[in-house]
């Protein structure tokens, strides 16, 4: 089955201790990208890729670090979570170009104390 | 700047109804793609429907059409004969052609009521 899979579904952590949510994708898509989703303010992309070793940032990266060392993964990574990252994260993935849908993991819930 | 914009924090509407959901983009790239997706309280990512910019006709699928305006730049979905089921947020999103970068609106909440 064509999937986005994303690993923990829900993490309660403590400021300062360093995470990593993964996310793997089995449709061999070039285009991956991690978002977050807080009330009001929609999805905003933190961090995408365009293929191996090629990475950008979006437009909320501070504090996220994201490395895409496989096609198939393209971990999220917080080196010292802080209460404002309490969120909940979306990974996704596409084949690259114009007319490509985006097909997304089931989203991370984070909560940072 | 890329930029999406949905106006309408929260929509109410009948069964069986039709309801409009808006959409306004802003982009210089003249190639650029449109897409709608829905969530609903499970928390899960659906994807409706596309508009690529160059598409001289609206996209369809079901019964969700996009009413495109390009010289608007307006990107509105339309959901014919509503149904309970059609509750949930709905996501406006836009892909440009040079930067293959796909970025969200902040969303609407549709309601569907008896």
């Known amino acids: 089955e064509a999937q986005v899979t994303q690993n923990p579904r829900y993490l309660i952590t403590v400021t300062g201790k360093k995470l990593t949510v993964t996310c793997s994708q089995n449709?061999?898509?070039?285009?991956m990208s991690w978002y977050r989703q807080d009330p009001g303010l929609g999805l905003r992309q933190i961090y995408y890729?365009?293929?191996?070793?090629?990475?950008d940032k979006g437009d909320v990266p501070e504090g996220y670090k994201v490395s895409r060392k496989e096609k198939r993964n393209f971990p999220l990574i917080l080196e010292s979570p802080s209460p404002n990252q309490t969120s909940l994260y979306f990974c996704?993935?596409?084949?690259?170009?114009?007319?490509?849908?985006?097909?997304f993991g089931q989203g991370t819930r984070l909560t940072v104390v | 700047a890329q930029k999406i914009t949905q106006t309408q924090p929260g929509m109410f509407v009948q069964e069986k109804e039709a309801v409009t959901l808006d959409c306004t983009y802003d982009?210089?790239?003249?190639?650029?793609?449109l897409f709608w997706y829905k969530q609903p309280s499970s928390g899960e990512m659906i994807f409706l429907i596309y508009?690529?910019?160059?598409?001289?006709q609206n996209a369809t699928e079901g019964r969700y059409s996009l009413n495109f305006q390009k010289a608007r730049k307006s990107a509105n979905l339309v959901i014919s004969a509503s149904q309970l089921g059609d509750s949930a947020m709905y996501f406006c999103?836009?892909?440009?052609?040079?930067?293959?970068?796909?970025?969200f609106g902040t969303g609407t909440r549709l309601q569907v009521f008896p």
């Open positions: 508009q690529g910019s160059y598409d001289q």
């Open positions: 449709m061999n898509h070039e285009y």
């Open positions: 996704a993935s596409s084949f690259n170009g114009l007319n490509t849908e985006a097909f």
């Open positions: 999103a836009m892909r440009e052609g040079s930067t293959d970068k796909l970025i």
């Open positions: 982009t210089s790239d003249p190639s650029y793609g």
């Open positions: 890729s365009m293929n191996v070793e090629v990475t």
